[in-house]
């Protein structure tokens, strides 16, 4: 399953090369109401189909990095709200495989260590036999790039990238993504870069200032973490697992050291569950998340750790007896 926004991307990247967005979709025999929402998916089938066409009618084999700059400004503020959640460079790209999950169950980007100097960041492909094609690597090794390239103060910067693609005569947008070093006509595709950046510290954005009530909730529930080190653990843990989504108590216990028995004991010496405590989190941060109006609800859904939007309008009017939509109306 595949979300419309990775496809209405490519549709923007052809619509700024003068291609006609009406006349494409007719040509692909896709009706616009297919792409209207978020929630809309296609096939894995039609997406291939639509990159292919796409670089058809551009004659270009490099349409799919244009859409990734593209998906990369749309989804960035999303990042930061991400890379919030973390410590260091190191701690954003464990949650790298996650990102990617915005856009429907396609594959992965993932990090490896390579050696003592050098780590390596490679797509891997949910369905490696449909998706061989040079354009889905390339698409998500250059949204993966340029969003890394971003989230820390310091630069960034690829060391080299393998690539399966052939070389192209004309590489500019390749060599301002990936860098100078690229290697093409690789059986695989990934990246390179230094170790050393991953504790680079991150970009952060800065919350409790805004006058608003989901900033009000937030801060009384942090006022009641400052007594209590262990609870304020807990929730950055909790809040850093989040859009990995499926969350479950052995899976936080983990990250936190401990057992699951120890956990739930702690817990229990302060008259509280695992799944009431998560939902207290998940309820005061869609609140956070809400008064952001640069995020979707979609968005705000998957830093919650939820499967889709609509689980968590259902969960959202459990709480506060109305949609997300209508909340943040009625809040604006």
Known sequence: MVYSSLPKFIIQA????????????????????????????????????????AIQVTQNPDISLYAARIAYTNILRLQLHMSTMCTSFREYLNLMPSTLKIFGDIGEVVVLRDSEENIKMVWEPLFP?????????????????????????RPIPVVSAVLSCPPTEESSIRHSIFGSKLFFSNES?????????????????????????????????????????FLAQLRKVVVRQLPKGKINIDAIAADLGTSR????????????????????????????????????????????????????????????????????????
């Open 189 to 229: 595709s990934y990246l390179n870069f230094d170790s050393e950046v991953l504790d680079y510290q991150l970009v952060k954005l800065e919350y409790g200032q805004e006058n608003t009530p989901g900033h009000a909730v937030t801060r009384l529930f942090q006022s009641e973490l400052i007594n209590d080190p």
């Open 261 to 332: 028995r120890s956990l739930q004991r702690r817990l229990s010496d302060r008259n509280k569950k695992f799944s009431h405590v998560l939902s207290d989190i998940r309820s005061q941060l869609a609140l956070r998340y809400l008064a952001d109006l640069q995020l979707s609800i979609s968005d705000v859904a998957f830093l919650l750790g939820y499967v889709d939007q609509g689980a968590f309008t259902k969960v959202f009017k459990v709480w506060y007896g109305k949609t997300p939509r209508a909340y943040r109306q009625c809040s604006t």
């Open 14 to 53: 052809l619509s700024h090369r003068g291609i006609d967005q009406a006349a494409f979709l007719a040509d692909i025999d896709v009706e616009p109401h297919e792409l209207g929402s978020i929630e809309k998916s296609i096939s894995l089938d039609k997406l291939s189909i639509i990159f292919e066409r």
């Open 129 to 153: 036999e449909k998706m061989k094609e040079d354009y889905y690597a390339d698409f998500f090794l250059g949204l993966a790039s340029l969003m890394v390239g971003s989230l820390c103060s």
